[in-house]
Structure formats: C-alpha cells, structure tokens
C-alpha cells in the first residue's frame, strides 16, 4: 500500500494513535472531574470544577469522534470488527457520554432542588464512561478473535478479570488526569484537596499499570515475547525506567505545591503506557491477526483523506491552543464569564 | 414482541437515533447564521435590540449544541457497532467524507464555540465575532460533508468494485455525486426554515401573551423574512430534487407516487391520496387526478411516469409509508407558503404583531419545519430500500452479527436515554423561550453567578 515509498498505512496509524491520545489526556481529565465530583460535595466548588473544562470539552471530545472517523476511512475493516467486537462496552460508553455531556449544560438550568438529579448524571455518566473504555482496551488487548472478515467472538467476551481491571486502571488515571488538571485551574480548599489525593491516586495506578503488564505478560505470551526478546528487553527496560521516573517526579513536584508539573508528568505517564500498548500490538491494529496493512482501505481513500488530515491538524491544534489561551487561568469561586 | 429480527432491530435503532439527532442539527444550523447575522447587525448598528437577542438565543443554542454533540457522537460510532458489513464494504468512501466532517467541522465549531459563549469579556469584539462565524461556517461545512455522504449513498458514482468492496477511483464524482447539490440545498433550506419557524412561534406566543416589545417584534420580524425568501425557494429545489431521484431512483419516485401500473400509450395520473397495499399491489381508495403525474414529474401531458410493478418485488421501496411521508412533507411547504404570504400582507400596516389569527398560525407553525425535515428524511432514506448503498448493497447484507436479544436491550436502552435526557433538554429550552429575551438579558447584565458551563441560561 505504499505510494512513492511512503507507507499510508503506517502514517494513518500514527495520526490515529495521536488523535486517541489526545483524546485519552484532554478527555481524560474532563472525564477525571466527573469521577472526582463525588468527593466535593460544595455546590459552589462543583461549580468552579465545572467551570474548569467549560469552554473546552466540547473540543476534548471532538479528538474521540477523529479516532472513530479516521479509523473508518483509513482501516475500514479494523473500524467494522473492533467496533462490531466492543459493542456493549462502546454503547455504554456512549450513554455515558450524554449524560456526561448533556449535565455541563442542564445542571444549571435545573430548578435547584433538582440540580443533584444532574450532578449525579454527571457523575455517574464520567465513571460509567470511563470505566467502560478500560473494559473496551482491555478487551481489545486480549484480542478480537476475526473470521472471514466479521467478529467470531461472543456478545460478552468483555465480561472478563482482565478488562475488568483495565476499567479500573482508566479510572485511577482519568482522576489523576483530572486532580492535577485542577491544580493547574483552581485555588485554596478545592486545590489542596485535589493535591491530597492525587498522592494516593499516583501510587495506585502504578500499582495497577504493574498488574496490568504482568497480567499481559502471563496470558499472552506472544507479547511477552514481543516485551523480552531479543534486545527488546532493552526497549521495554527503558520504558520501564521512565516510567518509574514520571511517577517519582510526580510526587516531587506534588510536595513541591507545584501547579503544572504534576499533569505534565501524568500526562508524561499516559504516553508511556500508550508506546507500551503500541509496541504490544505492533503491526496489527486487530490484535492477534489483522495488520495495518490488511485492514487497510484502498491508498486512494488513505490519500484522499490524509492531504486534508496534514493540512488541517496543525490548524486545529493552533485554534485548540488559542482557545486554552483565551482561558487561561485560575478559576475563582464566584467567576463570571460574561 | 412483534417478532422482530436482529436487523429490523438494527434498522429501527439507526432510524430512531437519527431522526432524534438530526432535529439538533437542523436548529443548530439554522441558529449560528441567525446568531452570526444579529452580531454582525449589532456591529454595524449598535442597536442594542440585536445584542439582546443575540445573547437570548445563544443560550437556546447552547443547549442544543450539547445534545447535538452528544447524540451525533452515537452515529459516529453507530456505523461500525450496527453496521459493520456496509463499514467494511463501503468504509473507503464514507469513512473519508466523515473524517472530512471531523476535520473541517466539528473542531472549528468546538474551538470557537467557547470563544463564542464565554469570551465576550476575554476577546475584542471582532474577534468574538470573528469566532461567531467560524462556528457558524463549521455547522454548514459538517452539512457538506454529512450530506456528500448519504448522497453517494443514495446515488454512488466515481467507484468500482474490487474484491466485493467498494474502491475509490474520482474523488471529484464521488464528493459532487448527482444528487447531492439537490440534497445539500434542500437541506440547508430546511435547516433555516425549521429555525425560522422556532424562531417566529417562539416570538409569537410572547405576542399572543401581550408581551409586546421591539426585540419580539424584530425576532418575529426577521424569521418571517426569513420564511418568505426561503419557501419558495425551497419549493423550486424540492422539484428540482424529485426530477433528480426520478432520473437516478425511479423506484423510490414510483412508491412516493403510490403509481402501479402504467398503460401504454397513457399519461400518468397523480394520486392525490390513498392508501398503497404493497401486499395486493394496488393504492386503495385513491384520489387520482389525470395527467398530473406525467405534468409534474416529466413536465409534459405524454410522458409516463415508473410505475412498482415494472420493478421486481424484492426492489421495491415501502409505498405505504413514503407514499404518506412526501405527502406530510409537500403539503406543510404549501402551509409554509401560506404563512410567509400572509405575513408579508400583514406587514404593511403592523398587523404582523397584532393579528391573532396570524400569530396563532406562526405558533402553531412552530414545528412545522423540523416535521417536514423528518418527513422528507423518512422519504428519502425508506424510498432508498431496499438498497442500503444504491444499487450496489442491500440492507440485508450491511448489518452487524448481533443477536435479537442483544439489540432489544441496547434498543431499549437508547430509547430509555434518549426520551429521558433529551425530551429534559428540549423542556429546558421551552423554558428559556418561555422568559424571552428581556428578562435573560437582565439577568445577564448584572450577571454575577458562576461561571456556566456551555451555556448562560438559567
């Protein structure tokens, strides 16, 4: 599938992953406030802690409607099997989403006394989405059995240990996402809450990301071989090492009451998992059997789409960053946008 | 229950989600130019009766934005979870045009929408007007790509078939497929209509309330406007629209028709109504008008015009609902007509905002435009059976590997969800017509609240 030398395929899975990423960080901690809404119960710090990803949201979702859409038009087969595998896991993601999303707008249009019915929506909707893309990840990783181009496997292949913890593992890390987010916007009492848990936060999901590698390790050996062999230990060592070090540098800068650091560093965390999963899986987008390649759409298609996809993304991250700008910033109780 | 399959469940869980979401878009649409044509008014005059209304129908148009969002987030994915055999078949078409959307669309309009609702303090005023546009402009570029889509869909071209899938050979005739400029135009007018006709009741239940203020007036003013440009126009594309499906999906034509039979030599006549039997193959209790088929459709007194039987059984497209959704469909646009006539008579002397009857008629007209839209849509898409990519895939062949049970519960599901959070939504919206643009725009001014998300109604 290779125009002039330069392998479509493989430049769409990298656009793909980044969008998903993008997706995973900015999403996440949106999705991260949600789940850590239920452990502030003042009205007027829910408010502050909503007002944080206001304007920006709507946005951060947009990066999960990329990686959908970029994975219909570049890899058709891998959009029809992965989703066609993830049904119920990705339906409840999606009822989470609406209510995640619709609670922004409604919770202050309720009367008051029915406000709580959307703070729990909105609560509920963060963690049952969130919850349910681990399960969707992990059930991805255990791979998707493929027959003849369709989906083989059972209706709940998901309802298994393994993405059952990987659904909890993306808890931990959206509510560390969405803690240390919360240090960069807020201040006083709902600052230094956030700073108090996302200690623990920090060191539980380090303990999750070890079961999960070793989990993975124990039933698929095929990519425990793909970890360990050869010089490949080496990679996996560095990534490892790295690992350890963004967690130690997250609890220094938390003791150091530094604001931006500790997302950074969390964020620095994400993407080291996310080269692990990528190196797990590489070549294939279907794990165990369908390679880029073969999930692949015609390169005409992959062309077609990916001159608009090489112009238009740095255009977007240049107007997603001045909108960040716009509203950079410490929110304040009491902040008026108008 | 009623003996439904997997794939009837698949086909009422896609038509379910879409007819609830496209009504958001449609608003959604026809609000941003609206809100882009008040700032640029405000901007020009520094008429504060623009900036009031600018900032009372933002608010409606945050609330529908969200729901938009989110359930259109459902169709993005709906495609693969339900559909996987037309994604795997089709994807290399539709999945382009819809990163497209994504690209082009959906992140201007979502990186400039927080601008645009919370900025006004944060930016100059150019600037938010600046970002006004570009949300604007993003809701109309997502409607080009979306409806580039379901057009190729409806009439593909600029393709060939390898290995049973669909290749792309001229992305030029794929995008500008035949009868996507009809479809485009039919729905951006359908998109300004269904808002207008918001637009216009919204401002005459105030009248007919007493609440008599210039806002109002210039609210009802300008969507009947609005109206009278847009109906007529909307009329002659329709036309023009039918001319093309009859070229290109003359099944579909002969169903909305309730046509038959053709005898040789014989023009064809228009049923007015009746009721078609697909079983017995005839249209009961028909009202026909001779000639008016052949003068209609071919624009002659000879010509015929398709008739279902001259169709296989198995390609027909279900008569007894389309034959009935066109006709919702045509006979609200006569209605439209009628109202955006008897406004410009009205306006002469100001009895526009006085006359009861015609304030009624623009109250009751309210849903008129988001009616007919579904009308059209059920038409268009029901009259596309039994193919699901024209002529090349059939529904039959497109749908995922779930079982009956498992679409039951996510069928159920949605359904639940959809009437609970949006019906909520949809109420809360009401609300906000319901305290007009005066009293939201006190609130605003002296606005000391938090900060509110999305939105600044309340």
Known sequence: ???????????????????????????????????????????????????????????????????????????????????????????????????????????????????????????????????????????????????????????????APFPLLCGVGLLLTYALLGSTWLLIKTEGMLESRMRHYSRPLTYLLALVIVLICAWTAWIHADIAQRWLAGSHWMRSLLLAVLAVGAVVMIQ??????????????????????????????????????????????????????????????????????????????????????? | MFNLDALDLARIQFAFTVSFHIIFPAITIGLASFLAVLEGCWLKTHNQVYKDLYHFWSKLFAVN????????????????????????????????????????????????????????????????????????????????????????????????????????????????????????????????????????????????RGNDTPQIRKMLSMAMWMILVATPVQIAVGDAHGLNTLEHQPAKIAAIEGHWDNKPGEPSPLVLFGLPDMQAETTRYSLEVPYLGSLILTHSLDKQIPALKSFAKEDRPNSTIIFWS??????????????????????????????????????????????????????????RQPWVVYGLLRTTQAASNHGALQMSVTLALFVVIYFSVFTVGIGYMMRLVRKGPNAADARHTDDATARRPLSAAD
């Open chain 1, 1 to 159: 599938m290779a125009i002039q030398g330069i392998d479509l395929s493989i430049i769409w899975g990298v656009i793909i992953a980044f969008g998903l990423m993008m997706y995973v960080i900015m999403d996440g901690f949106d999705l991260g406030l949600g789940i850590l809404f239920a452990l502030i119960e003042d009205s007027r710090e829910r408010d502050v802690m909503m007002n944080t990803v206001a304007p920006v949201w709507d946005g951060n979702e947009t990066w999960l409607i990329l990686g959908g859409a970029a994975l219909y038009g570049a890899f058709p087969l891998a959009y029809a099997v992965i989703l066609e595998a993830l049904y119920l896991p990705l339906v409840l993601v999606l009822a989470g989403l609406i209510f995640r999303g619709v609670a922004f707008e409604f919770r202050f249009k309720a009367e008051a006394h029915r406000r709580h019915v959307w703070d729990k929506a909105f609560i509920g909707g963060s963690i049952v989405a969130t919850f349910f893309q681990g399960v969707a990840i992990g059930t991805y990783i255990s791979g998707i059995p493929v027959v003849d181009r369709q989906f083989a496997g059972g209706a709940l292949d998901w309802l």
């Open chain 1, 252 to 338: 220094k800068a938390l003791r150091k009451r530094h604001s931006h650091l500790p997302f950074i560093g969390v964020a620095g965390l994400v993407f080291l998992g996310y080269l692990g999963l990528a190196i797990s899986i590489w070549p294939n987008i279907v794990p165990p059997g369908i390679s880029l390649w073969q999930a692949a759409s015609p390169p005409s298609s992959q062309l077609f789409a990916l001159i608009g996809a090489l112009f238009i993304i740095p255009v977007i991250l240049v107007y997603t960053f001045w909108s960040y700008h716009v509203f950079r910033g410490k929110v304040k109780v009491g902040d008026a946008y108008h």
């Open chain 2, 65 to 208: 934005f969200g729901m938009g969002v989110v359930s259109g987030l459902v169709m993005a994915y709906e495609f693969g979870t339900n559909w996987a055999r037309f994604s795997d078949f089709a994807g290399s078409i539709t999945g382009p045009l819809l990163t497209y959307e994504v690209l082009t669309a959906f992140f201007l309009e979502a990186g400039f929408l927080g601008v645009m609702l919370f900025g006004w303090d944060r930016v100059g005023r150019r600037l938010h007007f600046f970002a006004t546009i570009m949300v604007a402009i993003g809701t109309l570029i997502s409607m080009f790509w979306i409806l580039s889509s379901n057009s190729w869909m409806q009439t593909p071209q600029g393709i060939e078939i390898v290995d049973g899938r669909v290749a792309p050979v001229d992305w030029f005739k794929i995008v500008f497929n035949p009868s996507f400029p009809y479809r485009l135009m039919h729905m951006a007018l359908a998109a300004f209509l269904s808002t207008a006709f918001f637009v216009g009741a919204s401002a005459a239940w105030h009248l007919l």
């Open chain 2, 326 to 383: 066109f006709r919702v469909m045509a006979g609200l646009g006569m209605l439209m007509l009628l109202c955006a006539l008897a406004a410009l008579v009205l306006r002469r002397n100001g009895a526009l905002y006085r006359n009861k009857a015609f304030l009624w008629l623009a109250l009751l007209m309210g849903p008129s435009g988001l009616i007919a839209l579904l009308a059209g849509w059920f038409t268009t898409e029901i009259g």
